[in-house]
């Protein structure tokens, strides 16, 4: 860490890790308040979406446009648990209460997160044409190119904004520390030039590549099948075109602003007026906004989101029924060493009365069925008394005549 205080000068300061020159203690507090309802709608959006895609992937439901959906949430979920937070307490001090590493990593981290949103957005654009044109293969390639596209899609979004973490640092005023960004002089000419080319790469051609392949794609969907199946595949690739492009479009539009106070802040000229207060906190909340979005937008448009979600919720509502007799007072009512034990019972036959009439036993019943099964039976009431008599208790008559 820096230990030597530097003198206060004129110029622009360029903040990295939040604006850090919010001197309104109400607006603070309404920016702390943003935050955070982003924050926990973000999260528990993006983190329902996650559990969805991998209930499908469980089942077999496996596809590369689910794959990338997967990896464009883990981007926003990583924001709302790595970004959002240290943010929100960058704008509720004057100073830089953090440390080194938070300012070297705040900003250079949420540059990763969003360029790989962007190289998302632009291949799903394409896996979308490719739905759409050829329904019936579900465009699913094999797990380990997935894994090698995502692979490469974060590891260039992490080597493109090193200069955000090289020349961000922690500076020691008189009154207060601050964390902004200082470009050494002989750094000045390459800073010059990854300004004007970084927003190229991480936004201008990943979104003009999106748009083409989704106006492709609506194209596409505009040609009317005549078999029942081919109008199926339209209208689910029409669905998937519309929930895609609604995404891009929200991306694009609600980062644009981020962009244009990045670009102001890296051309202003010596003595030149810096972006309004304001504008900069909107384009802030912006970016962190769009995290939030993206699971409205999947639940609003797509049908296997909303069963998705319906069969977690049923899941949950399943469970805490099971749970319930776990409860003290259930447990009084039907632990069984709290019921008093019954009286010495009384094995009844299966066939009698009183088993068929739910134990109401009148009293001259029960005396008749006491004594047909404590006495035995005469045999004068036997109608057939030769079934139970040996050969030679048979009466002799019946011998004679044969008739055994």
Known sequence: VLKAALCHTNEFVHFAGGTQDVDSRELRIVMLMTLGVICVVGFSGNLLVITVLINNARKGKTSMINSLILNLSMADLLIMLFCVPFRAVAYSKPSWALGWFICKTADWFLQCCLAVKSFTVAVLAKACFMYVTHPSKQVQIKHHRIMALITSIWGIAFILPIPDWLYATVKYETDKVLCVFEIPTYASDVMAVFAKVYP?????????????????????????????????????????????????????????????????????????????????????????????????????????????????????????????????????????????????????????????????????????????????????????????????????????????
């Not at 029942?228 to 644009?256: E, K």
């Not at 602003?257 to 909107?282: C, D, Y």
């Not at 319930?324 to 009365?353: H, I, L």
């Not at 208790?393 to 011998?399: A, I, N, R, T, Y």
Request: charged content about 20%; hydrophobic content about 35%.
């Open 200 to 404: 190229s790469l991480v936004y201008c051609l990943p979104m003009s590549f999106a748009f083409v392949y989704h106006w492709k794609a609506f194209r596409r969907c505009k040609r009317r099948g005549t078999k029942t199946q081919t109008l199926r595949n339209q209208i689910r690739g029409r669905r998937l075109t519309v929930m895609l492009f609604s995404v891009s479009l929200t991306f694009a539009a609600m980062w644009a602003p981020e962009w244009v106070a990045w670009v102001w802040m890296r051309h202003i000229q010596k003595n030149g007026s810096a972006p309004p207060l304001s504008f900069t906190l909107m384009a802030q909340m912006l970016v962190f906004t769009i995290s939030s979005v993206n699971p409205l937008i999947f639940v609003a448009i797509s049908e296997e989101f909303r069963e998705g979600f319906k069969g977690l919720w049923k899941r949950m509502i399943s469970r805490k029924s099971q749970r319930a007799p776990d409860v003290p007072g259930a447990q009084s009512q039907t632990n069984p060493e709290s019921v008093p034990p019954d009286p010495a019972p009384t094995k009844e036959p299966s066939d009698s009365p009183s088993s068929k009439t739910g134990n109401i036993v009148l009293s001259d019943m029960e005396q008749f069925w006491h004594d047909r099964q404590n006495t035995p039976g005469c045999t004068e009431d036997d109608p057939i008394p030769w079934e139970h008599q040996k050969d030679s208790e048979l009466p002799q008559h019946m011998e004679a005549t044969g008739t055994i």
